[in-house]
Protein backbone atom coordinates (compact mmCIF):
# COMPACT_ATOMS: atom_id res chain seq x y z
CA UNK A 1 0.00 0.00 0.00
CA UNK A 2 2.68 2.32 1.16
CA UNK A 3 4.54 1.37 -2.81
CA UNK A 4 0.96 2.31 -4.29
CA UNK A 5 0.78 5.46 -2.54
CA UNK A 6 4.50 6.58 -3.42
CA UNK A 7 3.52 5.66 -7.21
CA UNK A 8 0.27 7.49 -7.11
CA UNK A 9 2.02 10.89 -5.71
CA UNK A 10 5.14 10.38 -8.40
CA UNK A 11 2.86 9.87 -10.89
CA UNK A 12 0.62 12.64 -9.89
CA UNK A 13 3.83 15.02 -9.56
CA UNK A 14 4.54 13.97 -13.09
CA UNK A 15 1.30 15.55 -14.34
CA UNK A 16 1.22 18.57 -12.76
CA UNK A 17 4.59 19.35 -13.96
CA UNK A 18 3.76 18.11 -17.44
CA UNK A 19 0.86 20.61 -17.42
CA UNK A 20 3.11 23.35 -15.83
CA UNK A 21 5.03 23.07 -18.37
CA UNK A 22 2.33 23.23 -20.94
CA UNK A 23 0.95 25.86 -19.56
CA UNK A 24 4.69 28.07 -19.87
CA UNK A 25 4.42 26.74 -23.52
CA UNK A 26 0.93 28.50 -24.38
CA UNK A 27 2.09 31.69 -22.69
CA UNK A 28 5.60 31.87 -24.50
CA UNK A 29 3.35 31.55 -27.59
CA UNK A 30 0.91 33.94 -27.09
CA UNK A 31 3.18 36.53 -26.68
CA UNK A 32 3.45 36.12 -30.62
CA UNK A 33 6.39 36.25 -32.94
CA UNK A 34 9.04 39.28 -33.04
CA UNK A 35 9.59 40.59 -36.96
CA UNK A 36 11.58 43.61 -38.48
CA UNK A 37 9.66 45.94 -40.59
CA UNK A 38 10.73 48.31 -43.20
CA UNK A 39 12.55 50.68 -41.20
CA UNK A 40 14.29 48.25 -39.15
CA UNK A 41 12.08 48.26 -36.38
CA UNK A 42 11.12 45.07 -34.34
CA UNK A 43 8.02 44.71 -33.79
CA UNK A 44 6.65 41.91 -31.56
CA UNK A 45 3.18 41.37 -33.59
CA UNK A 46 0.52 39.20 -30.90
CA UNK A 47 -0.19 36.18 -31.82
CA UNK A 48 -4.06 37.06 -32.26
CA UNK A 49 -4.84 40.59 -32.23
CA UNK A 50 -8.24 41.43 -32.18
CA UNK A 51 -8.32 45.54 -32.69
CA UNK A 52 -6.09 45.68 -35.83
CA UNK A 53 -5.98 49.61 -37.40
CA UNK A 54 -4.67 49.62 -40.79
CA UNK A 55 -5.55 52.77 -42.23
CA UNK A 56 -6.33 52.47 -46.07
CA UNK A 57 -5.00 49.22 -46.19
CA UNK A 58 -8.60 47.92 -45.34
CA UNK A 59 -9.57 46.71 -48.85
CA UNK A 60 -6.36 43.37 -47.53
CA UNK A 61 -7.95 43.26 -43.89
CA UNK A 62 -11.76 42.86 -46.09
CA UNK A 63 -10.11 40.39 -48.17
CA UNK A 64 -8.70 38.58 -45.26
CA UNK A 65 -11.98 38.52 -43.38
CA UNK A 66 -10.44 40.71 -40.73
CA UNK A 67 -12.26 43.58 -39.94
CA UNK A 68 -10.78 46.74 -38.28
CA UNK A 69 -11.03 48.51 -35.46
CA UNK A 70 -11.59 52.05 -37.50
CA UNK A 71 -11.73 52.46 -41.30
CA UNK A 72 -9.65 55.28 -42.96
CA UNK A 73 -11.25 58.35 -43.95
CA UNK A 74 -11.16 62.07 -45.38
CA UNK A 75 -13.20 65.19 -45.15
CA UNK A 76 -15.41 63.78 -48.26
CA UNK A 77 -16.17 60.51 -47.34
CA UNK A 78 -14.56 56.92 -47.07
CA UNK A 79 -14.08 53.90 -49.16
CA UNK A 80 -17.29 53.22 -50.29
CA UNK A 81 -16.33 49.89 -52.38
CA UNK A 82 -15.51 48.58 -49.17
CA UNK A 83 -18.46 48.70 -46.98
CA UNK A 84 -20.61 45.72 -48.66
CA UNK A 85 -17.57 43.78 -47.96
CA UNK A 86 -17.58 43.99 -44.31
CA UNK A 87 -16.56 47.69 -43.23
CA UNK A 88 -20.06 48.57 -43.01
CA UNK A 89 -20.51 50.05 -39.62
CA UNK A 90 -17.12 50.44 -38.27
CA UNK A 91 -16.22 53.84 -36.91
CA UNK A 92 -13.98 56.09 -38.78
CA UNK A 93 -10.63 57.65 -37.85
CA UNK A 94 -8.70 60.38 -39.82
CA UNK A 95 -6.65 59.70 -43.25
CA UNK A 96 -3.47 61.28 -41.38
CA UNK A 97 -4.17 59.43 -37.91
CA UNK A 98 -3.88 61.80 -35.53
CA UNK A 99 -2.13 60.31 -32.08
CA UNK A 100 -5.24 60.96 -30.12
CA UNK A 101 -8.14 59.27 -32.20
CA UNK A 102 -5.60 56.04 -32.76
CA UNK A 103 -5.46 55.93 -29.12
CA UNK A 104 -9.18 56.13 -28.25
CA UNK A 105 -9.69 52.87 -30.40
CA UNK A 106 -7.33 51.20 -28.63
CA UNK A 107 -5.47 49.14 -31.74
CA UNK A 108 -3.63 45.59 -30.31
CA UNK A 109 -1.43 46.40 -34.10
CA UNK A 110 -1.26 49.35 -36.12
CA UNK A 111 -0.32 48.21 -39.85
CA UNK A 112 0.85 51.57 -41.71
CA UNK A 113 1.86 51.65 -45.26
CA UNK A 114 4.41 54.03 -46.14
CA UNK A 115 7.30 55.33 -44.10
CA UNK A 116 6.10 59.15 -44.96
CA UNK A 117 3.40 58.17 -42.49
CA UNK A 118 5.48 57.85 -39.48
CA UNK A 119 8.25 60.87 -39.71
CA UNK A 120 8.98 63.52 -37.12
CA UNK A 121 8.25 61.21 -34.40
CA UNK A 122 5.39 59.69 -35.04
CA UNK A 123 6.69 56.21 -34.83
CA UNK A 124 7.74 56.26 -31.26
CA UNK A 125 4.07 57.80 -30.69
CA UNK A 126 2.08 55.44 -32.67
CA UNK A 127 4.53 52.37 -30.92
CA UNK A 128 3.65 53.50 -27.21
CA UNK A 129 0.46 52.58 -28.05
CA UNK A 130 0.24 49.13 -29.99
CA UNK A 131 3.09 47.43 -31.81
CA UNK A 132 3.79 49.36 -35.18
CA UNK A 133 4.37 47.31 -38.26
CA UNK A 134 5.69 50.10 -41.69
CA UNK A 135 5.04 47.98 -44.83
CA UNK A 136 7.41 50.59 -46.52
CA UNK A 137 6.46 51.93 -50.02
CA UNK A 138 8.36 49.34 -52.02
CA UNK A 139 5.57 46.51 -50.56
CA UNK A 140 2.88 49.10 -49.78
CA UNK A 141 2.71 50.50 -53.67
CA UNK A 142 1.75 46.56 -55.23
CA UNK A 143 -1.24 45.12 -53.51
CA UNK A 144 0.17 41.49 -53.90
CA UNK A 145 2.90 42.20 -52.07
CA UNK A 146 1.19 43.78 -49.81
CA UNK A 147 -1.67 41.25 -49.05
CA UNK A 148 0.93 38.67 -49.13
CA UNK A 149 2.74 40.49 -45.76
CA UNK A 150 -0.55 41.34 -43.92
CA UNK A 151 -1.39 37.77 -44.42
CA UNK A 152 2.18 36.61 -42.81
CA UNK A 153 1.82 38.98 -40.26
CA UNK A 154 -2.27 37.93 -39.31
CA UNK A 155 -1.36 34.01 -39.79
CA UNK A 156 -3.72 34.00 -42.71
CA UNK A 157 -1.10 32.91 -45.22
CA UNK A 158 -3.37 30.08 -46.39
CA UNK A 159 -6.39 33.12 -46.98
CA UNK A 160 -3.64 35.03 -48.78
CA UNK A 161 -3.08 32.13 -51.63
CA UNK A 162 -6.92 31.36 -51.69
CA UNK A 163 -7.54 34.89 -52.29
CA UNK A 164 -5.08 35.43 -55.19
CA UNK A 165 -5.97 31.92 -57.00
CA UNK A 166 -9.72 32.86 -56.64
CA UNK A 167 -8.48 36.60 -58.01
CA UNK A 168 -6.38 35.26 -61.14
CA UNK A 169 -8.99 32.88 -62.06
CA UNK A 170 -11.76 35.69 -62.41
CA UNK A 171 -8.85 38.04 -64.32
CA UNK A 172 -7.97 35.25 -66.44
CA UNK A 173 -11.88 34.36 -67.30
CA UNK A 174 -12.84 37.94 -68.19
CA UNK A 175 -9.52 38.23 -70.37
CA UNK A 176 -10.94 35.35 -72.59
CA UNK A 177 -14.19 36.71 -72.78
CA UNK A 178 -12.56 40.22 -73.83
CA UNK A 179 -10.48 38.22 -76.15
CA UNK A 180 -13.65 36.90 -77.73
CA UNK A 181 -16.25 39.27 -77.59
CA UNK A 182 -13.84 43.13 -78.08
CA UNK A 183 -10.08 41.94 -79.36
CA UNK A 184 -7.84 44.23 -80.03
CA UNK A 185 -10.53 46.97 -78.19
CA UNK A 186 -8.82 49.93 -76.16
CA UNK A 187 -10.16 51.82 -73.39
CA UNK A 188 -8.61 54.78 -71.13
CA UNK A 189 -9.37 55.75 -67.57
CA UNK A 190 -9.94 59.06 -66.22
CA UNK A 191 -10.52 60.50 -63.64
CA UNK A 192 -12.21 64.23 -63.52
CA UNK A 193 -12.20 65.90 -60.39
CA UNK A 194 -11.55 69.56 -59.63
CA UNK A 195 -12.30 70.36 -63.22
CA UNK A 196 -9.05 68.77 -63.92
CA UNK A 197 -8.84 65.56 -66.11
CA UNK A 198 -6.16 62.74 -64.54
CA UNK A 199 -5.46 59.16 -67.17
CA UNK A 200 -4.75 56.42 -64.75
CA UNK A 201 -0.80 55.10 -66.07
CA UNK A 202 -0.87 52.04 -67.82
CA UNK A 203 1.59 50.03 -64.79
CA UNK A 204 -0.58 51.70 -61.76
CA UNK A 205 -3.87 51.29 -60.22
CA UNK A 206 -6.82 50.58 -62.31
CA UNK A 207 -4.76 51.05 -65.25
CA UNK A 208 -2.77 48.11 -63.98
CA UNK A 209 -5.69 45.77 -63.88
CA UNK A 210 -7.30 46.98 -67.71
CA UNK A 211 -3.81 46.76 -69.43
CA UNK A 212 -1.79 43.99 -67.58
CA UNK A 213 -4.43 41.38 -66.36
CA UNK A 214 -7.02 41.70 -68.37
CA UNK A 215 -5.14 42.55 -72.26
CA UNK A 216 -7.11 45.48 -73.14
CA UNK A 217 -4.95 47.58 -75.91
CA UNK A 218 -2.94 50.59 -74.62
CA UNK A 219 -4.11 53.72 -76.30
CA UNK A 220 -2.00 56.24 -77.41
CA UNK A 221 -2.08 59.28 -74.67
CA UNK A 222 -1.63 56.76 -71.98
CA UNK A 223 1.36 55.10 -73.92
CA UNK A 224 2.62 58.55 -74.40
CA UNK A 225 2.92 59.67 -70.58
CA UNK A 226 6.43 60.48 -70.42
CA UNK A 227 8.63 58.19 -68.06
CA UNK A 228 9.80 60.80 -65.56
CA UNK A 229 6.17 62.11 -64.93
CA UNK A 230 4.05 59.11 -64.01
CA UNK A 231 1.93 58.98 -60.60
CA UNK A 232 -1.09 56.39 -60.08
CA UNK A 233 -3.57 59.14 -62.33
CA UNK A 234 -1.42 62.11 -64.41
CA UNK A 235 -2.88 65.37 -65.19
CA UNK A 236 -4.44 66.19 -68.64
CA UNK A 237 -5.12 68.85 -70.37
CA UNK A 238 -8.32 68.87 -72.84
CA UNK A 239 -5.98 69.60 -75.33
CA UNK A 240 -3.62 66.85 -75.18
CA UNK A 241 -7.22 64.86 -74.20
CA UNK A 242 -8.54 65.78 -78.06
CA UNK A 243 -5.70 63.22 -79.39
CA UNK A 244 -6.80 60.30 -77.29
CA UNK A 245 -7.89 57.37 -79.80
CA UNK A 246 -9.36 54.98 -77.26
CA UNK A 247 -13.12 53.25 -78.09
CA UNK A 248 -13.99 53.03 -74.45
CA UNK A 249 -13.77 55.62 -71.84
CA UNK A 250 -14.23 54.98 -68.13
CA UNK A 251 -14.76 57.84 -66.45
CA UNK A 252 -14.56 58.57 -62.54
CA UNK A 253 -16.87 61.88 -62.04
CA UNK A 254 -15.79 63.46 -59.14
CA UNK A 255 -16.86 67.16 -60.08
CA UNK A 256 -20.70 66.55 -61.00
CA UNK A 257 -20.89 69.98 -61.63
CA UNK A 258 -18.11 71.12 -63.50
CA UNK A 259 -18.42 68.09 -66.08
CA UNK A 260 -21.33 68.78 -67.57
CA UNK A 261 -19.73 72.20 -69.33
CA UNK A 262 -16.79 70.04 -70.31
CA UNK A 263 -19.33 67.28 -72.04
CA UNK A 264 -20.86 69.85 -73.95
CA UNK A 265 -17.19 71.23 -75.19
CA UNK A 266 -16.31 70.48 -79.06
CA UNK A 267 -12.99 68.74 -77.78
CA UNK A 268 -15.12 66.09 -75.59
CA UNK A 269 -18.22 65.71 -78.01
CA UNK A 270 -15.36 64.85 -80.98
CA UNK A 271 -13.35 61.89 -79.34
CA UNK A 272 -13.69 58.57 -80.50
CA UNK A 273 -15.39 56.93 -77.66
CA UNK A 274 -17.98 59.53 -76.95
CA UNK A 275 -18.79 59.44 -80.47
CA UNK A 276 -19.78 56.27 -80.45
CA UNK A 277 -21.50 55.87 -77.56
CA UNK A 278 -18.67 54.21 -75.18
CA UNK A 279 -18.02 56.61 -72.47
CA UNK A 280 -19.21 54.76 -69.02
CA UNK A 281 -19.64 56.64 -66.38
CA UNK A 282 -18.72 55.92 -62.99
CA UNK A 283 -19.38 57.41 -59.46
CA UNK A 284 -16.28 58.87 -57.63
CA UNK A 285 -17.66 56.11 -54.82
CA UNK A 286 -16.27 53.17 -56.97
CA UNK A 287 -13.00 50.83 -56.47
CA UNK A 288 -11.73 52.59 -59.95
CA UNK A 289 -9.11 54.78 -57.60
CA UNK A 290 -8.11 51.89 -55.25
CA UNK A 291 -5.55 48.98 -55.61
CA UNK A 292 -6.03 46.30 -54.05
CA UNK A 293 -8.07 42.22 -54.65
CA UNK A 294 -11.72 43.14 -53.76
CA UNK A 295 -10.90 47.12 -55.84
CA UNK A 296 -9.78 44.94 -58.86
CA UNK A 297 -12.43 42.39 -59.05
CA UNK A 298 -14.91 45.23 -59.03
CA UNK A 299 -13.03 47.12 -61.60
CA UNK A 300 -13.70 43.37 -64.15
CA UNK A 301 -16.72 43.78 -63.31
CA UNK A 302 -17.24 46.78 -64.60
CA UNK A 303 -15.10 45.89 -67.62
CA UNK A 304 -17.52 43.27 -67.91
CA UNK A 305 -20.38 45.32 -68.00
CA UNK A 306 -19.25 47.49 -70.40
CA UNK A 307 -16.60 46.28 -72.88
CA UNK A 308 -18.47 42.65 -73.28
CA UNK A 309 -20.88 41.77 -75.73
CA UNK A 310 -22.92 38.77 -74.37
Not at 131 to 157: C, F, M, Q
Request: with cysteine; charged share 20%.
Amino acid sequence: MKKQGKLGIVLMSIIILAMFLSACGSDKKEEGKVVTDAMGHEVTIPANPQKVLASYLEDHLATLGVKPVAQWSVANGIQDYLQASGLEGVPTIGYDLPVEQVLSFAPDLIIIGSESSVQNGLYDQYAKIAPTYVLGDAVNNDWRAALTKIGELLNKSDDVKKALEKYDAKAAEVKAKLEATAPGQSAAALWFVGNTFYIVDETKASGSILYKELGVKIPNVVADLPADQKANWNKISLEKLAVLDADHIFLVNSDQAASEAVKNDAIWKNLKAVKEGNVHELPASSSWLYSGSIAGQQIMDDVLKYMVKE
